[in-house]
């Protein structure tokens, strides 16, 4: 009979429930890992095949090996490195013991020993410094050395493990009565000395028996030792090798070898060292990178001190630099001469900047650079290849678009696999968990690619390769955006921002091509939208729009207008402009025949044509969408048809049907799973309660919104649910709690250009503070930025005109308003934001830039 629940330790195993319970909630665990995890876990008796899995989690499915690997990573920084065992080339096990009463037998991580007496057996040398941030590394490798025999600490160059092997070491004397000792593998070139190297650390005269591996074993076959092997990564043959005659000849003797690949040995157990935490988002300076880059700044320059003057440059320098150990101390070093700032602005030219390491430093780490060839020298011709492409990426990417940019003749897309799985092996490339996983480089190591790249004259044509890549996976995400829910969508596709930047960049340069820059924009137009990055998506318009070519095809130019014309219905293209582009991909599309994209083109050009007055429009669309619209099209699209009807409500003076229509679309959104269109429905429900003249009932929807909104993190996406409810507050009397929100939405306007949306609410701010100067300048500059925009109120913002109006009416006289406006209408949006929160001083204004 099967269990209903698998206990190991902190863990409950529900299969039924298809749950895993740490400490009796729900841990976050994707179906593919639980399938794993469960198979393991019934199977814990033996060693489970690597093909018997794929059956098992993936079953009827042909799927890589790296996926399978990505599982287990997942899993193993979930339940502790030691739970899941790798059988190299064979399988996993699970090592968990499972009973009834829940205890695991992995044994604990030990308590630290403390430092070893001066006649302690070893060759360590003095202690080192502070280990920053390697506190929990520190207690798994215990706890892994407790229990195994061989165990590799891999990484990348420079990330810290021989420093944190040596503290480990250090921390062990009382475990091993013959000695801890240190075999400082990087001085070799040849494998053959290996053995006679490690008996000379430990102490032992060279004999012709002790230069080999089996015979140095043999002589070893009474001690109990603990050997650190280091940097096995350019010997990783004859490392092996010794390590395999230590484990069959020598059973009290133990291992632990760092290198950037492992050794691949029966019995091995890997623990993959990661960078230095960064500071999360909203956390400040608080992180291990932080604080090892201002200690080795102190230690250079015993006067210096992290103040809010150079708070964010450090932040800024250690996330650049990826948390990477090594660089983080070379760039320390350049402090003293250079200053925060400055190493921060040469941060572009890293690997001619980081260099001058400690005097004691191996000479491969004297500078980022001897770091990086070292890594690099190891790899044979064609995984150099690979590498060096893919430093065309930026940030993270994917399997299909690194086998697209780095295969050629020589090497096609399954080696490109290969090569890639031999890098991440080797620590050059990171994996992160997904279905499917996704790589990266560390921006360091990237910098060496592009070097190389350009070196071997490869640079352009993989760029032009990258920009094509990124252009198709676009245009897989423009082909499947009216078919999902919106942030399902965009959680999807929100992994390739830097990839599309990169590509855009590329292509709208001089070495570019306009026609791949045209399909990356086309296609990236709700993209744009949906991450909220439509200031971003303007700007790569304006650079095109001079270079569009007439002679593209119809169904190219036809998307351009339609991005053009989302970016201007969510403000950030003047509606005129946006209007001519519905325009015009309604009337492509029309000749083209797809029917899904011109119902969304004429939901586009409805607000716009209301927006620039341009009503006698607005009835043929919406009878045009209503003879289109199909039962059987995806419910996120056919939502457009109804929202568009909608809000044709208002202008009939039938708020009241309004504010209901949307009611009923906030539930049958938020049924169907789909948050941002119950967010946008419940914003149009808080319109209607401001049109129907009830502000506290606005500010209560709104407020639930925002509260979502920000829960998720994704304020910048929303910034105008949170400005509407910063409206609210105000239109309901209550500027004061008004604050928080309209310095949030200040701060993200004014990010995107759009600060403008605010209009006279921000006057208002200022009357209610008794600033009436202030208030007409700032009335004056929202008369004059709807004025050049060609837009028009909607009936909220056309109720706070009035509003304003009527506050500063017996409090000014004409000539004076008409003054104060006119110098209004001269600001610029850093001064804007100055008055309307209050922090300006009330003399004349700062001309605006045009």
């Known amino acids: 009979m099967t269990p209903t629940t698998y206990r190991f330790g902190r863990f409950h195993l529900q299969p039924q429930t298809r749950q895993l319970l740490v400490d009796g909630q729900p841990a976050r665990l994707g179906a593919r890992a639980f399938d794993l995890l469960l198979a393991l876990v019934e199977r814990r008796e033996r060693m489970v095949p690597r093909g018997e899995l794929f059956q098992l989690v993936w079953p009827g499915r042909v799927v890589e090996d790296q996926n399978l690997k990505v599982q287990v990573v997942a899993l193993r920084k979930l339940l502790g490195e030691a739970i899941i065992q790798t059988v190299p080339g064979r399988g996993y096990r699970f090592a968990a013991e499972v009973d009834d009463g829940g205890t695991t037998t992995i044994a604990p991580p030990p308590a630290p020993t403390p430092p070893p007496s001066?006649?302690?057996?070893?060759?360590?040398?003095?202690?080192?410094?502070?280990?920053?941030?390697?506190?929990?590394?520190?207690?798994?490798?215990?706890?892994?050395?407790?229990?195994?025999?061989?165990?590799?600490?891999?990484?990348?160059?420079?990330?810290?493990?021989?420093?944190?092997?040596?503290?480990?070491?250090?921390?062990?004397?009382?475990?091993?009565?013959?000695?801890?000792?240190?075999?400082e593998l990087a001085p070799l070139a040849d494998g053959a000395l290996v053995a006679a190297t490690t008996a000379r650390a430990l102490g032992f005269a060279p004999t012709a028996e002790r230069s080999s591996a089996e015979g140095l074993a043999r002589s070893l076959a009474a001690f109990r030792l603990l050997i650190v092997l280091d940097n096995c990564e350019h010997l990783i043959d004859a490392a092996a090798a010794l390590a395999e005659a230590l484990l069959a000849h020598a059973p009290q003797v133990k291992l632990l070898a760092t290198s950037q690949v492992a050794l691949h040995l029966p019995g091995e157990q890997v623990y993959r060292l990661g960078a230095l935490a960064l500071p999360a988002p909203g956390d400040g300076a608080d992180s291990a990178a932080v604080d090892l880059f201002v200690s080795r700044v102190r230690a250079a320059d015993a006067r210096f001190a992290l103040t809010s003057a150079h708070h964010d440059a450090v932040v800024d320098i250690c996330r650049h630099l990826d948390g990477l150990p090594l660089a983080l101390e070379l760039a320390a070093a350049r402090v003293p001469t250079l200053g925060v700032q400055g190493v921060r602005e040469r941060l572009g030219e890293r690997l001619r900047l980081l260099t001058g390491g400690a005097r004691g430093a191996p000479s491969r780490q004297q500078t980022l650079r001897d770091a990086l060839q070292w890594s690099h020298a190891l790899l044979g011709p064609d995984e150099q290849a690979v590498l060096r492409r893919l430093g065309v990426f930026a940030g993270s990417f994917g399997l299909g678009a690194a086998q697209q940019v780095c295969a050629d003749a020589q090497i096609d897309a399954w080696a490109v696999l290969d090569h890639l799985a031999a890098l991440v092996d080797k620590s050059l490339v990171l994996t992160e968990p997904g279905e499917p996983p996704r790589y990266r480089l560390l921006e360091s190591t990237r910098a060496l690619a592009l070097e190389e790249l350009q070196r071997c004259g490869e640079l352009g044509l993989c760029r032009k390769a990258h920009a094509h890549a990124t252009a198709g996976l676009m245009h897989q995400a423009y082909e499947t955006q009216p078919k999902m829910a919106g942030l399902a969508w965009i959680a999807q596709w929100l992994c390739e921002t830097d990839n599309l930047r990169e590509a855009m960049a590329w292509s709208l340069g001089a070495q570019g091509d306009m026609r791949v820059a045209a399909e990356l924009f086309s296609s990236a137009g709700a993209f744009w939208h949906l991450s909220g990055w439509i200031g971003e998506g303007?700007?790569?318009?304006?650079?095109?729009?001079?270079?569009?070519?007439?002679?593209?095809?119809?169904?190219?130019?036809?998307?351009?207008?339609?991005?053009?014309?989302?970016?201007?219905?969510?403000?950030?293209?003047?509606?005129?402009?946006?209007?001519?582009?519905?325009?015009?991909?309604?009337?492509?599309?029309?000749?083209?025949?797809?029917?899904?994209?011109?119902?969304?083109?004429?939901?586009?050009?409805?607000?716009?044509?209301?927006?620039?007055?341009?009503?006698?429009?607005?009835?043929?669309?919406?009878?045009?969408?209503?003879?289109?619209?199909?039962?059987?099209?995806?419910?996120?699209?056919?939502?457009?048809?109804?929202?568009?009807?909608?809000?044709?409500?208002?202008?009939?003076?039938?708020?009241?049907?309004?504010?209901?229509?949307?009611?009923?679309?906030?539930?049958?959104?938020?049924?169907?799973?789909?948050?941002?269109?119950?967010?946008?429905?419940?914003?149009?429900?808080?319109?209607?309660?401001?049109?129907?003249?009830?502000?506290?009932?606005?500010?209560?929807?709104?407020?639930?919104?925002?509260?979502?909104?920000?829960?998720?993190?994704?304020?910048?996406?929303?910034?105008?649910?949170?400005?509407?409810?910063?409206?609210?507050?105000?239109?309901?009397?209550?500027?004061?709690?008004?604050?928080?929100?309209?310095?949030?939405?200040?701060?993200?306007?004014?990010?995107?250009?759009?600060?403008?949306?605010?209009?006279?609410?921000?006057?208002?701010?200022?009357?209610?503070?008794?600033?009436?100067?202030?208030?007409?300048?700032?009335?004056?500059?929202?008369?004059?930025?709807?004025?050049?925009?060609?837009?028009?109120?909607?009936?909220?913002?056309?109720?706070?005109?009035?509003?304003?109006?009527?506050?500063?009416?017996?409090?000014?006289?004409?000539?004076?308003?008409?003054?104060?406006?006119?110098?209004?209408?001269?600001?610029?949006?850093?001064?804007?934001?100055?008055?309307?929160?209050?922090?300006?001083?009330?003399?004349?204004?700062?001309?605006?830039?045009?």
């Not at 000749?591 to 607000?607: C, D, K, M």
Request: charged letters at 25%; glycine letters at 8%.
């Open 118 to 183: 001066a006649a302690a057996p070893t060759n360590l040398g003095a202690a080192l410094g502070t280990l920053f941030g390697r506190e929990g590394d520190l207690a798994a490798l215990h706890g892994l050395l407790a229990g195994e025999r061989l165990v590799t600490l891999c990484g990348a160059g420079g990330i810290g493990k021989t420093r944190l092997a040596r503290r480990v070491a250090r921390e062990r004397f009382d475990h091993h009565p013959d000695g801890v000792w240190l075999v």
């Open 538 to 850: 303007v700007a790569h318009y304006r650079a095109l729009q001079p270079r569009i070519d007439p002679a593209w095809p119809a169904e190219l130019r036809a998307r351009i207008a339609l991005a053009v014309a989302r970016l201007s219905a969510f403000y950030g293209i003047d509606p005129g402009e946006g209007a001519r582009a519905a325009r015009e991909a309604v009337g492509l599309l029309r000749e083209s025949g797809n029917p899904q994209r011109l119902y969304t083109a004429l939901y586009f050009l409805i607000p716009l044509a209301e927006r620039v007055s341009s009503f006698d429009e607005i009835e043929p669309a919406l009878a045009e969408m209503r003879a289109l619209e199909r039962p059987d099209w995806p419910p996120a699209l056919r939502l457009q048809g109804r929202w568009a009807q909608a809000r044709q409500l208002p202008r009939q003076g039938r708020s009241l049907e309004y504010r209901d229509a949307f009611v009923r679309e906030v539930q049958l959104c938020s049924a169907m799973g789909d948050d941002r269109s119950a967010w946008l429905a419940a914003h149009s429900v808080a319109l209607a309660e401001l049109q129907l003249g009830r502000p506290n009932d606005a500010v209560q929807v709104l407020a639930g919104v925002a509260a979502q909104i920000r829960s998720r993190g994704m304020q910048r996406q929303f910034v105008y649910q949170i400005a509407m409810l910063a409206t609210a507050r105000i239109v309901a009397g209550d500027a004061q709690a008004a604050g928080a929100d309209l310095h949030e939405a200040v701060a993200l306007l004014r990010g995107e250009g759009a600060l403008w949306w605010l209009g006279d609410s921000l006057g208002r701010v200022a009357a209610r503070r008794g600033d009436f100067d202030a208030a007409a300048r700032l009335q004056g500059w929202a008369m004059a930025r709807t004025a050049e925009r060609g837009d028009r109120r909607g009936p909220v913002m056309q109720a706070e005109s009035e509003r304003l109006a009527a506050e500063l009416a017996p409090r000014l006289d004409a000539e004076r308003l008409r003054t104060l406006q006119a110098e209004g209408a001269l600001l610029d949006d850093a001064a804007v934001a100055a008055l309307a929160l209050g922090a300006a001083p009330m003399e004349p204004p700062s001309r605006r830039v045009p």
